[in-house]
């Protein structure tokens, strides 16, 4: 399982990348990792700081890799409450982009 500096240095490098992830989001995205920490992303900045964000996704860092690796369906994770979404309006709209940036951390 990857620590908490492998999965923000993962995410970085997604929001920098050439497909220009970060940018293309048009939201702050926070991931609570359940205890273990925070990977906070606005733009191409991605750092651990517990700071406001327009979607925090709450998920555990096992979790968030089954999400990544496609072992764990997002509506089963959402319905057993191993995942959830401050602004499930915002979730969807964002979707395809998050599911992306959760291949990335796996």
């Known amino acids: 399982m990857a620590t908490l500096e492998e999965i923000t240095d993962r995410i970085r490098d997604a929001a920098m990348s050439d497909a220009g ?12 990792l359940k205890g273990e ?3 906070h992303m606005d733009g191409a900045a991605v750092s651990n700081a517990d700071l406001p964000a327009d ?3 709450t998920v555990s860092r096992a979790d968030l890799e089954a999400l990544g690796k496609r072992r ?3 509506v089963r994770a959402m319905m057993t409450g191993r995942l959830r979404m401050s602004d499930m309006a915002l ?5 395809p982009k998050i599911q992306s940036l959760f ?3 796996a």
């Open 21 to 32: 992830l970060g940018a293309g989001l048009g939201a702050s995205i926070k991931l609570d």
């Open 37 to 39: 920490g925070f990977v």
């Open 55 to 57: 979607l925090v996704v």
């Open 72 to 74: 764990l369906d997002p």
């Open 91 to 95: 979730a969807m709209r964002l979707q």
């Open 103 to 105: 291949a990335k951390v």
